[in-house]
């Protein structure tokens, strides 16, 4: 006699609410709970290389600011080495080469200061362009976004970059691409982000 499994129902999913904030970047939520909060440092003051800042807002689907986003970057030194077991070789001291961020609350503007990377090998491929890999998460994405942020004054190891390369359509390639400006001598990268709709950026299933 055959007995009839029970199969359980899916749990319901709920999307990212106020807690991440809460949680993540407490500071930014009004709460004093850490000296320095976990995140917020990329490079550190020993990492060499050209000091940048990266700015840019997320976009939803009408066009609108998205306001309640936590970001986070991870990305090698200027030298292409991650600061990780695996990474490659030795990192200065106290490079973290991860952070976090949260966009402005009136603005919707986010924004942070790090080296720029160097280029980092691919797996079985060639070097990979530098670029610093972005994980984004808000109220209504249900499972976080991952992408990544290149350079446009890397035009040449771009073209040759294995990631950017599985992209079919280059118009879609440019949405990866953050754009080099100047500000009272601070090297600037603009790099906005789209969820959905015209222009939309290149979100990676990993």
Not at 37 to 59: C, Q, S, T, Y
Not at 71 to 86: F, M, R, T
Not at 136 to 150: D, E, S
Request: aromatic share 10%.
């Amino acid at each position: 006699m055959t007995q009839a499994l029970d199969y359980l129902k899916e749990t319901a999913s709920q999307t990212a609410g106020p807690y991440v904030h809460i949680g993540l970047a407490p500071g930014a939520a009004g709460f004093d709970i850490y000296r320095q909060e976990l995140g917020w440092d990329i490079a550190g003051p020993n990492a060499k290389g050209e000091r940048i800042r990266v700015e840019g807002i997320v976009i939803d689907g009408t066009g609108s600011p998205v306001k309640d986003v936590l970001l986070e970057a991870w990305q090698a030194n200027a030298d292409g080495i991650y600061a990780h077991p695996e990474g490659g070789g030795d990192v200065e001291e106290g490079f973290r080469g991860w952070g976090r961020v949260i966009t402005d609350f009136a603005t919707g503007e986010w924004g942070f200061d790090t080296i720029k990377p160097g280029s980092t090998p691919g797996r079985n491929v060639g070097p990979q362009a530098p670029h610093i890999n972005l994980w984004i998460v808000a109220r209504g994405i249900n499972v976080g976004l991952n992408t990544r942020l290149y350079f446009d004054d890397e035009a040449e190891a771009n073209a040759t970059d294995p990631v950017l390369n599985i992209i079919e359509w280059e118009r879609r390639r440019e949405t990866l691409i953050a754009k080099r400006t100047e500000r009272d001598g601070q090297i600037v990268y603009r790099f906005d982000i789209r969820l959905q709709g015209e222009g939309e950026t290149v979100f990676f299933d990993i």
